[in-house]
């Protein structure tokens, strides 16, 4: 079982940055991966960045060289940060953690991105 905590999440005008933070009640290096999705009104849930336990990351195309998914074992939190945003990143960021074969998922947090 792992619970994810989310932080971060607020209102930003187009253009600015954001941190979201996700602690995990377990060491990540346990969790075969960690990642974000987020959710806008409307539209499917949809794959931001994930990152290995080894350390590989992926992002959705029309993030990269804006986010960058990173984590820290000592405190057992995964961050996105996320530059330049666009009112099109408006969502509800969800943190998501792999461990075997079992799905675990944050409560979500609101990114609003205004233009």
């Known amino acids: 079982q792992v619970q994810l905590v989310e932080s971060g999440g607020g209102l930003v005008q187009a253009g600015g940055s954001l941190r979201l933070s996700c602690t995990a009640s377990?060491?990540?290096?346990?969790?075969?991966?960690m990642g974000w999705y987020r959710q806008a009104p409307g539209k499917q849930r949809e794959l931001v960045a994930t990152?290995?336990?080894?350390?590989?990351?992926n992002y959705l195309d029309s993030v990269k060289g804006r986010f960058t998914i990173s984590g820290d074992n000592a405190k057992n939190t995964v961050y996105l940060q996320m530059n330049s945003l666009k009112p099109e990143d408006t969502a509800v960021y969800y943190c998501?953690?792999?461990?075997?074969?079992?799905?675990?998922w944050g409560q979500g947090t609101q990114v609003t991105v205004s233009s």
């Open positions: 998501n953690a792999i461990v075997g074969l079992r799905a675990f």
């Open positions: 377990r060491s990540i290096f346990s969790i075969n991966a």
């Open positions: 990152i290995t336990s080894g350390g590989r990351t």
